[in-house]
């Protein structure tokens, strides 16, 4: 008998008691489906996660003025340590690991427009660190080398600042007082939505104004030099994060003249290394074990269902074997059965687990999430590979599930079933 | 030319639950081709482990069976197989049709265990069917028909393969006389296309139509008379 026909007459069993095959097919369809719309929505929350914790730069290292350690220092020398522009030119030199370094300064500040008056976060910056944050801008330009030089007195805008402090008829050129200062706005932000991973206000309610301007507006009062809030160094690519720490970590130390393994005096923060110490992979990992463990059930659902089909079809199998069927034949056509029992339950359960994870990255569903949550809810992200996995997984369940009724099907003495009682 | 069945000193021992039954007991038979053979014997008399033998579902525990001349327990598993489904037809008591088929499917069947493709499957039991008169039913299941019309079509079935040696087990057995004898004209019919025919029975009227008659009690030949009753 060829595998066709074993099919074929398989799936006329199948037919022959419908409510029965689907109720077994039940807790197969569900593993399926978990397994497929799992994994596509641990792909999702990895990249959702991974989007959301490098809103603010792509392999960004970071970091602030730090304190000397009691670890590393007498307790007489508990300093407090800044950064400087030179810092800034010292790493943009040495860091061979890095391809873009910047200086950042911040404070709260108060901007007016048109009568109205907000207190926002207003950030010195400089063309690098524009760079490194990567926002697209919605219109205008943003600062420039030229703004930096000269200490104009320019303002970028984030998105959702704009909205509130200029309302619906502020645009570029517009003038906006910060702390009684004028700026002229030259460029609005795109949206970046939820970071995170921040380091204060997130981008959409920040104002950009030059470096050098702020420097000049709002001097630190204790301080004689020009000091940076932070220093923001990106990584040439995701592998060289780590090694371009070290280097940054280095060069720090060696211009504050403390340890290199002071993390206290050089603290240097990371999203990618935050990601890392994120339980992304095991929480997917014990999602698709829990999957798994459903499919498995499912799988002995079908072991259960075939036994007992095997059971009652005695008599049948040995009129088979009266008729010129061969143990093989047997054994292939319960083997063929339990793989088309499961070959049907796992297409409903690609077709269910696969369209759950379409129907959640649809924009319809998309549309539905209030705006505010939209950037924390992972878009399931269906592949072949996921799908390849499910039907992997599947195929060993069929084959654990077919052969053991197969084999105790082929073992069936035709004379003692043929027997009259 | 060999004879279509020979026995010679044929035991069968097997165990039901932990008692031992000693079905058959050292028989020795020779059955020539083309002859038409009763065997009867009271129940448990080992007329039906006689049988499962000829039609090799079983083996013997001791003894040897030749079928045509070849040596059955010298034949393997597959080889048994392919006596049953070529050589051999079967007709038993309560018909085994398979009940999800329908009559034509079921008459097909051992057409499907020899790899015949699937239109001359469809044409040789359609054929089968007709010598039955039941061309009509084809498409029909046995739950659908009544039991002299599923017992012809077992016959069909058996008949589809053109064995030239026929089981029948108690052919009647579940079936009113007038149907009885419908089975008996059908079978006798196939005994005159020139098959061997074997009708195991325990009913004395049938028992005492074919030429040659067997008798078996407790495993052993009782007696073994050829003629008009």
């Known amino acids: 008998m060829s595998p066709l026909e074993s099919l074929r007459e398989a799936l006329r069993l199948l037919r022959a008691q419908p409510l029965r095959s689907l109720l077994t097919l039940f807790g197969l369809v569900w593993g399926t489906a978990a397994v497929i719309f799992l994994l596509s929505w641990g792909l999702g929350v990895r990249t959702m996660l991974d989007t959301a914790f490098q809103r603010a730069g792509k392999n960004l290292l970071q970091t602030w003025p730090g304190k000397i350690s009691e670890d590393f220092s007498p307790a007489v020398d508990r300093r407090w340590l800044w950064y400087t522009v030179e810092d800034v030119a010292a790493l943009r030199e040495r860091v061979r690991e890095s391809d873009l370094v910047a200086g950042e300064t911040r404070r709260f500040a108060t901007a007016a427009f048109r009568g109205r008056a907000l207190s926002l976060e207003v950030r010195g910056v400089e063309p690098a660190g524009e760079e490194i944050r990567g926002v697209p801008l919605a219109s205008g330009r943003l600062i420039s080398r030229e703004d930096v030089v000269h200490a104009r007195r320019v303002l970028v805008i984030g998105q959702r600042a704009r909205e509130r402090v200029l309302g619906a008829d502020g645009r570029v050129g517009s003038w906006v007082r910060i702390d009684g200062t004028s700026f002229q706005v030259v460029g609005v932000l795109g949206r970046v939505g939820t970071q995170l991973s921040r380091d204060g206000a997130e981008i959409d309610d920040q104002l950009w104004v030059p470096l050098s301007t702020y420097a000049a507006l709002w001097p630190n009062p204790w301080l004689p030099v020009e000091m940076l809030n932070s220093i923001l160094v990106r990584a040439r690519d995701r592998q060289r994060v780590d090694a371009a720490e070290v280097e940054m970590r280095r060069v720090l130390a060696e211009r504050l003249g403390v340890v290199a393994e002071d993390e206290e005096a050089v603290p240097i923060f990371s999203p990618v290394k935050m990601l890392r110490r994120l339980p992304v992979e095991q929480q997917n990992g014990l999602n698709v074990l829990i999957a798994l463990t459903t499919l498995l059930v499912g799988g002995i659902g079908i072991l259960a269902m075939m036994l007992d089909s095997v059971q009652e079809r005695r008599s049948e199998i040995g009129v088979r074997l009266a008729l010129g069927a061969r143990r093989r034949d047997v054994l292939l056509q319960f083997l063929w059965e339990g793989i088309a029992i499961v070959a049907v339950g796992g297409a409903l359960g690609v077709a269910l687990g696969a369209g759950g994870a379409l129907l959640l990255a649809s924009d319809a569903f998309r549309g539905r999430i209030p705006p505010a949550l939209r950037d924390l809810v992972p878009v399931p992200e269906l592949s072949g590979v996921v799908v390849l996995l499910a039907v992997l997984a599947m195929g060993v369940v069929a084959l654990a599930a077919g052969l053991a009724p197969a084999w105790r099907a082929a073992r069936i003495d035709p004379a003692e079933t043929l027997r009259v009682e | ?229």
């Open chain 2, 1 to 229: 030319m060999t004879a279509a069945i020979r026995l010679a000193d044929v035991h069968k021992r097997y165990a039901i639950g932990e008692t031992e039954v000693h079905a058959l007991r050292g028989l020795d038979l020779e059955i020539e081709r083309g002859e038409y053979v009763s065997v009867m014997g009271p129940s448990g008399s080992g007329k039906s482990t006689l049988l499962e033998i000829l039609g090799c579902l079983s083996q013997p525990s001791a003894g040897r069976y030749w079928l045509h001349g070849v040596a059955v327990d010298e034949v393997d598993a597959d080889g048994l197989a392919r006596l049953r489904g070529e050589a051999i037809g079967f007709v038993f008591q309560a018909f085994n049709l398979l009940p999800r088929m329908t009559l034509l499917e079921n008459v097909a069947l051992p057409l499907l265990y020899r790899g015949v493709n699937r239109s001359a499957r469809h044409e040789r039991a359609l054929a089968a069917l007709a010598r039955v008169s039941l061309e009509h039913r084809a498409a029909h299941r046995p739950g659908e028909v009544s039991g002299g019309e599923r017992q012809r079509a077992a016959i069909a079935r058996a008949l589809v393969n053109r064995p030239s040696l026929l089981l029948a087990d108690e052919p009647t057995g579940n079936l009113d006389s007038a149907h009885g004898l419908e089975i008996l004209t059908l079978l006798e019919g196939i005994h005159a296309d020139g098959a061997t025919v074997v009708i195991v029975t325990h009913d004395a009227s049938i028992g005492a139509r074919p030429p040659r008659r067997l008798a078996i009690r407790d495993g052993q030949l009782e007696a073994d008379v050829r003629g008009v009753a």
